[in-house]
């Protein structure tokens, strides 16, 4: 008897939403996996991986669990003591380790342009949302993506805070004990390549470069990212 196929789970990053994950979602979808796009608040490490955690925790059955930037800190997290999370997939991804937070990785090499590219927007109580410029968001964060397309996702962006994006990850790390995969974007401009690899080697992970690729490689290059989930998912059923 075949194996049951995982449930891929997709949890998107900062300055961004479900939505980007369209077209590898409908790819998965014809191959006859159950897709589920996981809400990420954005509004802190330690809660956003615990909502994530909660709707992990309702699927039956295996689980992949795949996350872009931001994403990736969350299912770090999330994943952790969990049976069903068969393989852990990042996507131009951050991969911290206990104490690290996203903006201390982000500066660990050069080449982000992430910090002149922020808009923030002060919150009551001194919070602030950040959002990447609409001005600067095709160039910076998707640059292999027509400007037209890359327009629609500046306008639909979802902003982090910036207690999000500095909090340090907290608790033993998934990746220490479930297979990983790891997708590099070559020229991405957000999280610099170097500093993808170093995570991905740092990890053990399985890991490929996509050459030319933006932050959006899930976008960008949808063949190379489908193909990545599912090798996560064959070699771990």
Request: glycine letters at 8%.
């Given at each position: 008897?075949?194996h049951?196929r995982?449930t891929i789970?997709?949890?998107?990053?900062?300055?961004a939403?479900?939505s980007?994950?369209?077209?590898?979602?409908?790819?998965?979808?014809?191959?006859?996996?159950?897709?589920?796009?996981?809400?990420n608040?954005?509004?802190g490490l330690?809660?956003?991986?615990?909502q994530?955690?909660a709707l992990?925790?309702?699927?039956?059955g295996?689980?992949?669990l795949?996350?872009?930037?931001?994403g990736?800190?969350?299912?770090s997290?999330?994943a952790?003591?969990?049976p069903?999370?068969?393989?852990l997939?990042y996507?131009?991804a951050?991969?911290?380790?206990?104490g690290?937070?996203?903006q201390q990785?982000?500066?660990?090499?050069p080449?982000?342009t992430?910090g002149e590219s922020?808009?923030?927007?002060?919150?009551?109580?001194?919070q602030?949302?950040l959002?990447?410029d609409p001005?600067?968001f095709q160039?910076?964060?998707?640059g292999?993506?027509?400007?037209?397309?890359?327009a629609?996702?500046?306008?639909t962006?979802?902003p982090a805070t910036?207690?999000?994006?500095?909090?340090p990850?907290a608790g033993?790390?998934?990746?220490?004990?479930?297979?990983n995969?790891?997708?590099?974007?070559?020229?991405d401009r957000i999280i610099?390549p170097?500093a993808?690899?170093?995570?991905?080697?740092?990890?053990?992970?399985?890991?490929?470069v996509?050459?030319?690729?933006?932050?959006?490689?899930?976008?960008?290059?949808?063949?190379p990212?489908?193909?990545l989930?599912?090798?996560?998912?064959n070699e771990?059923a």
């Open positions: 008897m075949a049951k995982p789970v997709l949890v998107h990053g900062a300055f939403d479900s980007g994950f369209t077209g590898i979602v409908k790819r998965l979808v014809a191959d006859g996996y159950p897709v589920v796009a996981a809400p608040p954005l509004r330690s809660s956003d991986a615990e994530v955690k992990l925790d309702s699927i039956e295996p689980i992949v795949v996350g872009h930037s931001y990736g800190a969350v299912i997290s999330a952790t003591g969990n069903e999370v068969k393989a997939v996507l131009a951050f991969v911290p380790e206990t690290e937070s996203v990785l982000v500066e660990k090499f080449g982000s992430v922020l808009k923030p927007v002060p919150l009551p109580g001194g602030v949302d959002y990447i001005r600067v160039p910076n964060f998707a292999d993506v027509p400007a037209e397309e890359a629609l996702f500046a306008i962006q979802r910036g207690a999000a994006l500095g909090e990850a033993p790390q998934a990746w220490h004990t479930i297979p995969y790891n997708l590099i974007s070559g020229a610099p170097a993808q690899e170093f995570m991905a080697q740092r990890s053990g992970a399985k890991f490929q996509v050459e030319g690729a933006s932050h959006l490689v899930f976008v960008s290059r949808p063949g990212t489908v193909a989930i599912e090798k996560a998912a771990n």
